[in-house]
């Protein structure tokens, strides 16, 4: 059974500093896997896709990677701002799968303070 | 462009009582999932359905039903309702899935959650 873990729980850091979450997952035969932001409140905000085949994705101030050998994905976010604050999760959908089951992490908190 | 839209936002039940919850999409997606969220988790998956007429189960199915008649909407229905079922439900769609070479198909667009609370 497919485990996503996400390190660290909590993460609280000054504006402008440049941080990486993590994602971790049991097994590595996925199809893709997405980082999502969520604001208290709100659904979830797709913020990057990446493919099995890929090792990154780029969008903005935030970049994806991708090392499926050893189940590990970790989402860069350059010169924090607060209102980079919110929850990311990280998800991976299962390979050979026909539809977008997405298994979840927990989820990291991440507070950006002026 | 609404996007995913889910009504109602919040809702208390009683044990025992019944409910649907709402969802619609204006992006003539093929592909909708309802998941729920338990405090400090991550979602799971209830149902999902990959066309109008048809449905599947997802990974916490009990307790729920879901029916898709329309490619726009896809509720989902309390029967019986148990203090388990407290939790956010979201809803969510996609164009597509498992196409090769449209990547943007396959992302997830999410409502903004229907808090409930059975008591």
């Known amino acids: 059974k497919q485990e996503v873990t996400q390190i660290p729980a909590a993460l609280s850091v000054p504006e402008g500093e440049n941080l990486v979450l993590n994602c971790s997952f049991t097994?590595?035969?996925?199809?893709?896997l997405q980082w999502f932001r969520q604001d208290p409140g709100k659904g979830l905000t797709s913020l990057l896709l990446?493919?099995?085949?890929?090792r990154e994705q780029t969008s903005g101030r935030l970049n994806a990677s991708l090392d499926k050998s050893s189940g590990r994905s970790t989402l860069y976010i350059a010169a924090s701002q607060p209102g980079d604050s919110a929850t990311y999760l990280c998800?991976?959908?299962?390979?050979?799968?026909?539809?977008?089951?997405?298994?979840f992490g927990q989820g990291t908190i991440l507070t950006v303070h002026p | 462009n609404a996007g995913v839209t889910q009504t109602p936002k919040f809702r208390i039940l009683k044990i025992g009582q019944s409910m649907t919850l709402q969802c619609t999409q204006d992006?003539?997606?093929?592909?909708m999932y309802w998941y729920r969220q338990d405090p400090g988790m991550g979602l799971k998956l209830i149902y999902y359905?990959?066309?109008?007429?048809?449905?599947d189960k997802g990974e916490v199915p009990n307790g729920y039903n879901v029916s898709r008649s329309t490619t726009e909407d896809f509720p989902l229905r309390l029967e019986l309702a148990a203090p388990s079922q407290t939790s956010v439900y979201f809803c969510?769609?996609?164009?597509?899935?498992?196409?090769?070479?449209?990547?943007?198909?396959?992302?997830?667009?999410f409502g903004s959650g229907t808090q409930l609370s059975v008591l």
């Open positions: 969510a769609s996609s164009y597509s899935f498992g196409v090769q070479g449209s990547p943007r198909g396959e992302k997830l667009f």
């Open positions: 097994d590595s035969a996925i199809y893709n």
């Open positions: 990446i493919q099995s085949s890929q």
């Open positions: 998800a991976v959908v299962a390979g050979g799968t026909s539809y977008g089951k997405l298994t």
């Open positions: 992006m003539n997606h093929n592909y």
């Open positions: 359905s990959v066309g109008a007429g048809i449905t």
